[in-house]
T-cell receptor, first 116, second 112 residues
Framework: GAVVSQHPSRVICKSGTSVKIECRSL??????MFWYRQFPKQSLMLMAT?????????EQGVEKDKFLINHASLTLSTLTVTSAHPEDSSFYIC????????????FGPGTRLTVL | GNSVTQMEGPVTLSEEAFLTINCTYT??????LFWYVQYPGEGLQLLLK?????DKGSNKGFEATYRKETTSFHLEKGSVQVSDSAVYFC???????????FGTGTSLTVIP
């Protein structure tokens, strides 16, 4: 149980385009989802926290207009990187947490974004 | 505040050697502690966890004990294999709110 999927696993896009990444909890209801960014050989940086049906809470320094997060249902959250630029190239990882799991987050496999 | 300090790598070991990756934490309240493993090009997988002091998490031959007196959660394995080569992250889950705090990760390479 507690499987989280991400789609796509890899995406390459041109500079200036927008990219949407989906994060789904497959076998539980995720009341809270998290989006992380990981640069090569570095740790995960929390970008934002989203609760189903409400606006996401962004960490300091993360542009909310650049990284649009929607958590429309208990099993799906999306991250849209708008007007992507090469510096947005990174590994994006989502995680999800349900109400009945104390302090545990279940991580997706990640999405490798490359902006040319 | 909450934070995690993890032993810097990279670590290179021969197969069947003993592994220790140090992790210490600072926390308000009573957090849960985790070790995650990340294989190349993949996301994070939970390796083991402990939710209270003196708990020992174990999985696949790895162990870590939640030591409140030393604020530590060191990862150990008695005999590493080549397939254990990965990056290991220590993490703290605050008992209030949703925040997870990750260490910087330790890269482990096991050579035959």
């Amino acid at each position: 149980g507690a499987v989280v999927s991400q789609h796509p696993s890899r995406v390459i896009c041109k500079s200036g385009t927008s990219v949407k990444i989906e994060c789904r909890s497959l076998d539980f209801q995720a009341t809270t989802m998290f989006w992380y960014r990981q640069f090569p050989k570095q740790s995960l940086m929390l970008m934002a926290t989203s609760n189903e049906g409400s606006k996401a809470t962004y960490e300091q320094g993360v542009e909310k207009d650049k990284f649009l997060i929607n958590h429309a249902s208990l099993t799906l959250s999306t991250l849209t990187v708008t007007s992507a630029h090469p510096e947005d190239s990174s590994f994006y990882i989502c995680s999800a947490r349900g109400d009945n799991v104390l302090n545990e987050q279940f991580f997706g496999p990640g999405t490798r974004l490359t902006v040319l | 505040g909450n934070s995690v300090t993890q032993m810097e790598g990279p670590v290179t070991l021969s197969e069947e050697a003993f592994l220790t990756i140090n992790c210490t934490y600072t926390a308000t309240g009573y957090p849960s502690l985790f070790w995650y493993v990340q294989y190349p090009g993949e996301g994070l997988q939970l390796l083991l966890k402990a939710t209270k002091a003196d708990d020992k998490g174990s999985n696949k031959g790895f162990e870590a004990t939640y030591r409140k007196e030393t604020t530590s959660f060191h990862l150990e394995k008695g005999s590493v294999q080549v397939s254990d080569s990965a990056v290991y992250f220590c993490a703290l889950g605050a008992n209030t709110g949703n925040q997870f705090y990750f260490g910087t990760g330790t890269s482990l390479t096991v050579i035959p």
